[in-house]
C-alpha cells in the first residue's frame, strides 16, 4: 500500500502476582514496544472525502471489513489522513490500529439516524438518559482483542451539541450515544488523540480488561449536560495516564453497573491505575466513584493528579438500596485548586433504573484511603454522609492540607454514619475521623503501585 507508517506503541501486559486482603490481582508491568501492523490502507481508497460535508459512513465500514481479512496475518492499519471526515456509527475488529494523522478529524454525523439504535446494556436495564434501548456509540469494538486507537495527535469530534439540545428540551427519544465504547474486549489501547463534544462519554470500556489510556485530551462545552470523560465499567486491569480531561460532568466515573442489572450481572471493576492526569469536571466531580456500582468496585490507585475549576473533587456514590461495594482505594500526591468540596461521600442518591430494587441489598463503602494532598480555593473541605444503618467504614485521611476560602459555611466537615482515622489533617475533620492510625492496621495497605508507572 502507498502508505507504511512505522508507527511504535506501547502496551503493557506483564502478569505481577501480589495480594491484596485475600485477592490476586494483575498489574502493568514494564514498557513492551509493539511492532507497526504488517498491513495497511488508507481510508480514501475507498472512496472516503475529508471534506467535512460528503458522509464517509460506508467508507469506513467497507475499510474495517478489508482488514478483517489481516487477522491472522498479524493484523492491519486503518490510516485516516489530513481533512475533515464525516461519518456515522461504525464497527471495529481485532487487531487492528486506527491512526488519525496530524489535522485529521473525524465528526461525527449530526443526524440520529446515523447512529444505529441497540439495546440497553446488562448490567443498567435502560440507557443513559432514557428507558429502553441506546444509541450506538461513534466508534464500537464488541468482542475484539487487541486495538489500537491511536495518531500523531489527530481528533475525533462528536459534535454533541445536537445531543445536548435534544436532552434540554425534552426531545429525545433513545439514549444518547457515547464517543467511543469497547464491550466484551481485550488488550486495547487509547492514545496520541484529542477527543472533543461527545453526545454523552468520551470513551467506554464495559466487560473489557487489559485497557489502557495514555496521552489523550477530553473536552467538551462546560456547561454540556452529562458528559464524562472516561468511564471504566466493569472492566479488570486499566490504566489512564498522562491526560488532560476538561469535560462539564465527571472526568473519570468509575462504575459498576445498576441494581439488580449489575447485581445479577456480577462483574466488578478492580486494578484501576490512574496517574498524572489533569482534570476538571465543573458540575461534577473529577473523579468519581459510583453511583451505579452494583457489580462492586475494588483494588484502585490513583497518584499525582491536578484537579481543579470543579463542583467536587472526589465522590463516593451510592444509595440504599444499591448493593455492591466501593472497597480498597488509595488516592495520593494529588493538587487541588478552584473547588467547591474537596472530598465528597454520599449514600442517599434515590436513582433507580426501575421499581424493581431490592431494599435489603445495602452497599459496603469501606477501606477508602486519601492522602498527600494541598488545595487552595476550596469551600469545603468533605462532606461525608453514609447510610443510617450501613455506615461507610474505614475511611483513611493522612496529610492533607485545604485552604478554605468560603467562610458562610459553619464548619469546613461534615460528618455522618461513617468512620475513620486521621493523622496530619488540615482543616481538623470531624470527630468521626478522629481515631489515631495506631487504633488501625487496614489504612494504606495497598501495595506500592510503583510498577505500575510506564517508562
Not at 506501547?10 to 490476586?24: D, M, P, T
Not at 475529508?50 to 471489513?65: E, K, M, S, W, Y
Request: aromatic content about 8%; glycine content about 8%.
Amino acid at each position: 500500500m502507498a502508505w507504511r507508517l512505522q508507527v511504535v506503541l506501547s502496551w503493557v501486559l506483564a502478569v505481577v502476582l501480589g495480594s491484596v486482603h485475600g485477592h490476586v490481582r494483575r498489574q502493568w508491568g514494564e514498557q513492551v514496544p509493539r511492532e507497526s501492523r504488517p498491513h495497511s490502507v488508507t481510508i480514501t481508497e475507498f472512496g472516503a472525502v475529508g471534506d467535512g460535508r460528503t458522509l464517509n459512513t460506508l467508507p469506513f465500514q467497507n475499510a474495517v471489513f478489508y482488514a478483517r481479512s489481516f487477522a491472522d496475518k498479524g493484523g492491519a492499519q486503518l490510516y485516516v489522513p489530513k481533512g475533515r471526515w464525516l461519518t456515522g456509527s461504525f464497527n471495529l475488529t481485532s487487531h487492528l490500529t486506527l491512526f488519525l494523522e496530524k489535522d485529521a478529524i473525524i465528526m461525527g454525523a449530526e443526524e440520529s439516524s446515523q447512529w444505529p439504535i441497540v439495546e440497553p446494556l446488562p448490567s443498567y436495564g435502560q440507557g443513559l438518559d432514557l428507558p429502553g434501548p441506546r444509541h450506538r456509540s461513534l466508534i464500537n469494538g464488541y468482542n475484539l482483542t487487541d486495538v489500537v486507537i491511536t495518531g500523531n495527535n489527530g481528533l475525533i469530534d462528536g459534535q454533541g451539541s445536537v445531543w445536548w439540545n435534544w436532552l434540554r428540551s425534552h426531545e429525545l427519544n433513545h439514549s444518547r450515544p457515547h464517543l467511543v465504547e469497547f464491550l466484551y474486549s481485550e488488550e486495547i489501547v487509547i492514545s496520541n488523540l484529542t477527543f472533543l463534544n461527545s453526545p454523552a462519554w468520551s470513551i467506554h470500556p464495559m466487560y473489557c480488561s487489559n485497557v489502557k489510556v495514555h496521552n489523550v485530551t477530553i473536552k467538551t462545552l462546560l456547561d454540556a449536560p452529562l458528559t464524562d470523560g472516561i468511564v471504566p465499567d466493569s472492566c479488570l486491569n486499566v490504566c489512564i495516564e498522562d491526560s488532560t480531561i476538561s469535560v462539564s460532568h465527571e472526568a473519570i466515573s468509575v462504575k459498576s453497573g445498576w441494581d439488580k442489572y449489575g447485581i445479577s450481572i456480577g462483574r466488578p471493576t478492580s486494578d484501576i491505575h490512574i496517574s498524572r492526569v489533569d482534570l476538571q469536571a465543573s458540575s461534577g466531580a473529577a473523579l468519581a466513584f459510583g453511583s451505579e456500582m452494583s457489580g462492586g468496585i475494588s483494588c484502585i490507585h490513583a497518584d499525582h493528579l491536578r484537579i481543579h475549576g470543579s463542583d467536587k473533587g472526589f465522590s463516593f456514590k451510592t444509595t440504599p438500596d444499591r448493593g455492591g461495594y466501593i472497597k480498597e482505594v488509595v488516592i495520593s500526591d494529588v493538587e487541588i485548586d478552584g473547588i467547591r468540596v474537596a472530598i465528597e461521600f454520599i449514600g442517599n442518591l434515590s436513582s433507580h433504573p426501575d421499581d424493581d430494587f431490592d431494599p435489603s441489598e445495602l452497599p459496603v463503602i469501606d477501606q477508602i484511603t486519601l492522602k498527600n494532598m494541598v488545595g487552595t480555593n476550596i469551600s469545603v473541605a468533605g462532606v461525608l454522609s453514609g447510610i443510617d444503618g450501613d455506615p461507610f467504614t474505614a475511611i483513611c485521611l493522612s496529610n492533607l492540607s485545604f485552604s478554605i476560602t468560603d467562610s458562610a459555611h459553619s464548619s469546613p466537615w461534615s460528618c455522618s454514619n461513617v468512620s475513620g482515622y486521621s493523622e496530619s489533617v488540615f482543616p481538623e475533620p470531624c470527630s468521626e475521623l478522629y481515631a489515631p492510625f495506631s487504633n488501625s492496621s487496614i489504612c494504606f495497605s495497598l501495595p506500592s503501585y510503583s510498577a505500575l508507572a510506564v517508562a
